[in-house]
């Protein structure tokens, strides 16, 4: 099993993975990321007011011991169309 990193990006903040996970698979890695980010999005609409969100961007970036394996990537728009 590989162990891999899963960075948390926040705007311009980035918080380093520093204990990693062993995964079996690069599906498995896709997944725990896809799970971790929108559990990152749903911990930013809790903390912050929806407005104070849009448009920002938040991103969980994986790698392991070789680098970079994959970016996985959220941006929250709003459009409001009545005041």
Do not use: P
Not at 45 to 50: L, T
């Amino acid at each position: 099993m590989r162990r891999y990193y899963f960075d948390l990006r926040y705007g311009d903040e980035i918080t380093s993975d520093e204990v990693g996970l062993e995964l079996l698979s690069i599906e498995r890695v896709q997944q725990e990321a896809a799970y971790s980010l929108a559990d990152m999005a749903k911990d930013a609409f809790r903390r912050h007011h929806a407005v104070d969100v849009a448009g920002r961007q938040m991103a969980i970036e994986v790698r392991d011991d070789d680098g970079l394996v994959l970016k996985a990537r959220f941006t929250f728009d709003m459009d409001r169309t009545r005041t």
